[in-house]
């Protein structure tokens, strides 16, 4: 499954994407990954939860900047 990513760019490292995602309250988290977790503006990710059919809590590949591997995220920002 994959979420669709705000933003994509070069990361630290020559293997590296900077993703941001938007979570379900309007926030941007910015995540470090692997090249291989992104394809144009979707990023791999892991489903977990759903909550009243609005959102969906997200496992991410990588720990965010604020220190989270699990966001919630709309439902319409995810795609199979």
């Not at 293997?15 to 144009?40: A, L, N, Q």
Request: proline residues 6%; charged residues 30%.
């Amino acid at each position: 499954m994959f979420v669709r990513c705000e933003s994509v760019d070069r990361g630290p490292g020559p293997s590296d994407k900077y993703v941001t995602v938007k979570t379900e309250s309007g926030d941007i988290e910015e995540v470090i990954v692997h090249t291989s977790f992104v394809r144009e503006k979707m990023m791999e990710i892991a489903p977990v939860s759903s909550r009243n059919g609005s959102a969906v809590l997200i496992e991410l590949p990588s720990e965010t900047v604020s220190g989270s591997w699990r966001i919630w995220v709309p439902k319409d920002s995810l795609q199979r």
